[in-house]
């Protein structure tokens, strides 16, 4: 094959845009892995050419290995975020002599750095390889979480949960990404629930854990303990996520070379692509005109105000729940 042709393959695999051409990005991908985008589409043409015994058997296949792992990543997600809230229950406003407000700033200002850092982390992950950036950021989280049990001050604690808050900006954002690499649109609201429902889990354990931690009578505050045990679960946790979670179909290990074709020629029913590296501000101006957007956005709110004023453990202490 010359030089032309090599050329003509690339354009067509980087982005793998069944509905129109793109321009190619130099460098994007090596050439085994357009290689394999290329003979993915060349040996399954349409959907009909991919067997539906073997679409299936890899649709378990995926559901084994990715679905616990973005399950577990969502328990941390949570139990990150109420750690202060054990802590609370366990002294730590006492021991750094906060105020009803400041302990209010430090649940409210989480959300700063996330506000402030979302749009920048998503952006990022764009550019990186989506499994290694997000095991980055939940190690970060872990690492932010160990880093609160050392502090003495509300600025300082303040500072941490902004840095915190920052990080994990870009977890349901890479959750979404990494589930519509693998899944259809059609299949993609149930392993989405398979996933989040690990978020009740960790609203049951949490409490448990929170509570089991709280009573360790040890050198140290119980609620410093809250923080180093989980953030240290959290980020070792993000070291073997690191070496699990994939970033492309043609580096996912543990599946052959047929099983990574199929993968790839499945995405075609997305009509979205399976790797793309470049912003196109044309769908993000599509995006803020959809109605549904905005329908989500009222969504979202309406369903954690109340969630935030009493479903948090601090609230339950003070009506008696805890």
């Known amino acids: 094959m010359d030089k032309h042709d090599d050329t003509a393959k690339e354009e067509e695999v980087e982005y793998i845009d069944y509905k129109k051409p793109q321009e190619p990005i130099t460098g994007e991908l090596n050439n085994d892995q357009a290689d394999l985008y290329a003979e993915a589409l060349q040996r399954y043409p349409n959907d009909e050419s991919i067997d539906q015994a073997d679409e299936k058997r890899l649709k378990r296949k995926l559901d084994r290995r990715i679905i616990p792992l973005l399950g577990i990543c969502y328990f941390f997600y949570y139990v990150d975020k109420t750690t202060l809230s054990y802590a609370a229950i366990f002294g730590i406003k006492k021991d750094l002599?906060?105020?009803?407000?400041?302990?209010?700033?430090l649940s409210s200002i989480f959300y700063f750095g996330w506000?402030?850092?979302?749009?920048?982390?998503?952006?990022?992950?764009?550019?990186?390889?989506?499994?290694?950036?997000?095991?980055?950021?939940?190690?970060?989280?872990?690492?932010?979480?160990?880093?609160?049990?050392?502090?003495?001050?509300?600025?300082?604690?303040?500072?941490?949960?902004?840095?915190?808050g920052a990080f994990e900006a870009i977890a349901d954002p890479a959750f979404m990404l990494i589930t519509s690499m693998y899944y259809t649109r059609?299949?993609?609201?149930?392993?989405?629930?398979?996933?989040?429902?690990?978020?009740?889990?960790?609203?049951?354990?949490?409490?448990?854990?929170?509570?089991?931690?709280?009573?360790?009578?040890?050198?140290?505050?119980?609620?410093?303990?809250?923080?180093?045990?989980?953030?240290?679960?959290?980020?070792?946790?993000?070291?073997?996520?690191?070496?699990?979670?994939?970033?492309?179909?043609?580096t996912f290990k543990g599946f052959s070379h047929d099983e990574k074709l199929i993968m790839i020629a499945r995405m075609r029913r997305n009509q979205t692509g399976v790797e793309q590296k470049r912003i196109n501000w044309d769908q993000i101006k599509e995006a803020y005109l959809d109605y549904k957007t905005w329908l989500f956005t009222l969504l979202g709110f309406v369903a954690n105000v109340p969630n935030e004023l009493f479903m948090t453990p601090i609230v339950q202490r003070q009506i008696n729940w805890l």
């Open 97 to 105: 002599d906060l105020t009803g407000g400041e302990y209010s700033w």
């Open 115 to 164: 506000l402030v850092w979302a749009i920048p982390s998503n952006l990022i992950m764009q550019r990186c390889r989506p499994g290694w950036y997000l095991s980055f950021n939940i190690f970060m989280w872990g690492a932010l979480l160990m880093c609160q049990a050392a502090a003495s001050n509300f600025p300082a604690l303040a500072a941490l949960r902004i840095l915190s």
């Open 186 to 250: 059609e299949e993609q609201p149930s392993r989405i629930a398979a996933w989040y429902v690990w978020n009740g889990v960790g609203v049951a354990g949490g409490g448990l854990i929170g509570y089991g931690i709280g009573n360790i009578n040890g050198a140290l505050a119980s609620w410093r303990y809250e923080f180093l045990i989980v953030g240290a679960f959290c980020s070792a946790w993000a070291i073997a996520l690191c070496l699990l979670l994939p970033n492309s179909p043609t």
